[in-house]
């Protein structure tokens, strides 16, 4: 199956001793010319590279003020060491938030500190030399930035903000990673992760409302480029086109049906992912949020709401009217179009759990849980949602609600250990611009904290089903599962949930809707 | 005056000069840094009042690190209070004039010296024994722990092992230091290897890791509100790429 060994599923999860160098030559595919290019990137690394990257660091130092902080004000207390899922699956000591961390800092206390400057070696300062960018390389992508130790931290480090920075130092120096740059190629061309045209997804729509016709015997719709429709739905492409994803799709377009809404997708808007915040460019993560802006005025709907995408969420609920103005404040003219466009009665981007959650709360949607009997399910918090967003406009939101939407879809539910989930939650261990197969080693290891806790509620509660509400996620647990001895068709869409429960007026149909 | 009280009130005006304009400017590039993008971290706060919470729990509590780690936790936060309290019991030291009554009822505060040992020492064993923060470890580190216990050292000799020098030369040179009127002071090795110590600590406050005091008031993580659709949050050089930019 592989050529690494699958960790062991203790009954506790274990601290590792260190494994140094464990994943020294682990990092991912790097990018050609071609793809570089494409975003505006050196295509090879360039000859003064080093020259460039300390200049670069210069910048992010500048323009962003986590950067400084986060590497003076560091002191090393070890807090976030064994935090890190990817830590805890392989060892190696420089996976470690602080160890990572201290990659970008020792350059930066050697260009940029008194104490670096002069006395290097005391203060652990070290020149930017091939081997150092070797390990940049590797353990830069080999954070998920799903920010787990920020939590823990007691100045709020976040090594994710360090982790970006040090992607978009490499990008300027022609040193990208593959998986990412590749991708975002295709949306700047297409429009989404996948480069899947508009015929091509028109015709997987068409498929969808025929297959949902054939189980339900109502005609739900999933229309696209439906100009004056109230809801525009951004989704992560994968939702077009993966298992468990489609389900839930479907979920969307039952409850958008269930609610009498009129709803379109778009063609030129077709990705809620946005892996410019993966490579920490903020010029190509609002290049992604303006497609979506210009979809919304184009099809001129009144309200955006945002499928199941865990990091889609946190650009959208914390990064979208920054980079673009959907919301309110902004006042370029397409921002200032776009917010008497806009119904302001909603909160602006929502989520479609905070959709369906509206609904239930006021009694509109109905579901027959009896369904969903079948199933023990337990919830993984997605990290960008958990620690990068909110949902409701309440405290910690984003843990209850999507809780509750399952509960009222579901007689059975149960919460993993509590230092796993919530604002603790683990990754799924391929957030982050990492779900690519020649990072397979360390997703299935940076997985083993979530399996581990999995199977403690597989033990102690019967748990048969993992719910999650973001696409990374699905697809990495649908990889991995099968690593650790689980069943890969376990992991659903939180609407698919919703999907198999929901009782549609005029469904006609006694027999068992749909399965797995 | 003698040469070493001269060279010793020198260096504790170099060294308060050093600490204040390092702090002030690195202050000053914090304050002036934009911060592009809304990213307070878990369990985020939706108001700048919860903000205020959160930054006091951080503060006083120490919230995050009890989280994290027990022992951590434990270690520093003694270190840090019994600091606080060995600040106070030096008060009187440099106080100009008529000493305020309530300064007069800090004598106890001087057994904080013990838990400031105590907190110091296991932050220092956690650095010896601990794989994974020995691994983070550079000289800095350790060095920075030695000399704090080493000043708690020279403070508990002089407090309670009889080291003390003439307490009336301390006071009238440490009050001289403040009012300008400056006076000999006491020539106890004791003594002169705890200020000096004290001075060099205060001179590197701004080069050292120690700058988690400011930072932490700057980190964004701890100090934005989660309030990102509720207020438009922008930087300067956003707004400026915004009006460069022609696409709708």
């Keep these: 199956m592989s050529k690494f060994d699958t960790p062991k599923l203790e009954t506790y999860l274990q601290t590792p001793a260190l494994k140094s160098d464990a994943m020294a030559s ?67 000591p420089k996976n470690m938030p602080v160890a990572r961390q201290d990659l970008f800092r020792s350059v930066y206390r050697r260009h940029f500190t008194f104490a670096g ?44 903000e360090i982790t970006m920075a040090a992607r978009e130092v490499m990008n300027a120096i022609g040193v990208g990673q593959k998986y990412c740059n590749q991708i975002l190629g295709k949306v700047k061309k297409i429009g989404n992760n996948l480069g899947m ?41 994968a939702d077009f086109f993966a298992e468990p994803h489609i389900d839930g799709l479907i979920g969307y377009a039952k409850v958008f049906h269930q609610s009498g809404a009129s709803w379109t997708l778009s063609s030129y808007a077709s990705e809620g992912a946005n892996f410019g915040m993966f490579i920490g460019n903020y010029d190509i993560m609002r290049e992604g949020a303006l497609r979506i802006r210009k979809a919304a005025l184009d099809l001129g709907v009144k309200r955006i709401i945002v499928g199941e995408c865990g990091h889609a969420w946190r650009v959208a609920y914390s990064f979208w009217n920054t980079l673009t103005g959907i919301g309110g404040g902004a006042a370029d003219e397409y921002a200032l179009q776009l917010q008497n466009q806009l119904d302001q009665n909603y909160p602006q981007p929502q989520h479609i759990i905070e959709y369906t959650y509206d609904l239930i709360q006021k009694g509109q949607l109905a579901f027959d849980k009896s369904k969903n009997d079948h199933r023990t399910v ?25 809780r509750e939407v399952i509960k009222a879809a579901c007689n059975n539910f149960v919460d993993m250990s509590e230092s796993t989930i919530k604002a603790s939650t683990f990754c799924c261990g ?87 | 005056m003698s040469l070493i009280s001269i060279l010793f009130a020198v260096f504790f005006y170099l060294a308060v000069l050093l600490c204040l304009v390092g702090v002030a400017l690195k202050v000053a590039q914090y304050a002036s840094t934009p911060v592009p993008l809304k990213i307070p971290t878990a369990p985020a706060p939706l108001t700048k009042f919860g903000v205020v919470l959160r930054m006091m729990r951080e503060v006083f509590l120490f919230a995050s690190l009890f989280r994290a780690s027990k022992w951590t936790w434990l270690f520093g936060w003694l270190f840090h209070w019994a600091l606080v309290l060995l600040f106070i019991r030096h008060l009187p030291y440099f106080w100009p004039g008529e000493v305020p009554q309530i300064l007069h009822q800090t004598e106890p505060l001087k057994y904080a010296a013990f838990p400031l040992i105590f907190g110091l ?45 003439d307490m009336g030369m301390v006071y009238s040179f440490a009050e001289g230091l403040i009012t300008l009127n400056w006076s000999e002071l006491p020539s106890e090795s004791v003594f002169l290897a705890h200020i000096f110590m004290v001075f060099i600590l205060i001179a590197i406050f701004p080069i050292s890791k120690m700058l988690h005091a400011p930072g932490v008031f700057f980190s964004p993580t701890l100090n934005q509100a989660d309030d990102a659709r509720k207020k438009r949050h922008i930087s300067d050089w956003a707004i400026d790429k915004e009006r460069n930019s022609k696409s709708g």
């Design chain 1, 26 to 92: 682990s990092g991912p595919f790097k990018a050609n010319a071609d793809m570089q290019k494409s975003l505006g990137f050196p295509g090879e690394k360039i000859d003064n590279w080093q020259q460039v990257a300390i200049e670069k660091m210069g910048e992010t130092i500048e323009k962003y003020r986590s950067i400084p902080v986060f590497l003076d004000a560091c002191v090393k207390c070890g807090a976030c060491a064994d935090k890190c899922h990817y830590f805890l699956g392989t060892g190696d």
């Design chain 1, 197 to 237: 045209p508009e015929p091509a997804l028109r015709d997987t729509l068409l498929d969808l409302e025929e297959e949902i016709e054939e189980d339900t015997g109502v005609a739900v719709k999933l229309p696209l480029d439906n100009e004056g429709a109230e809801i525009l739905l951004i989704t992560p492409s």
């Design chain 1, 117 to 160: 400057k002069y006395f290097p070696k005391l203060v652990g300062a070290k020149e930017f030399d091939e081997s150092m960018l070797d390990d940049w390389y590797n353990y830069f992508h080999q954070c998920s930035e799903c920010r787990r130790c920020s939590v823990y931290c007691p100045y709020g480090i976040d090594t994710a």
């Design chain 1, 430 to 516: 391929g957030g982050g611009g990492l779900l690519t197969d020649d990072l397979l080693e360390l997703r299935v290891k940076g997985a083993l904290p979530r399996m581990q806790a999995l199977k403690q509620s597989e033990e102690t509660s019967g748990v048969n089903t993992l719910a999650a509400l973001c696409a990374i996620c699905k697809s990495q647990f649908s990889k991995v599962l099968p690593y650790y001895d689980f069943d890969p068709f376990m992991v659903v869409s939180v609407h698919q949930l919703v999907s198999e429960a929901l009782l549609l007026d005029g469904d006609n149909s006694q027999q068992e809707s749909k399965t797995l």
């Design chain 1, 378 to 402: 337990t919830f993984h918090d997605s990290c960008n949602v958990a620690r990068g967003s909110n949902m409701g406009g309440i405290e910690n939101g984003q843990f209850l609600l999507p």
């Design chain 2, 121 to 165: 020492s296991g932050l220092l064993a956690r650095r010896f024994f601990v794989d994974r923060v020995r691994y983070i470890s550079a000289p800095s580190d350790y060095l920075l722990l030695l000399l704090l216990i080493a000043i708690a050292l020279t403070g508990v000799l002089m407090t309670f092992a009889h080291y003390y020098p």
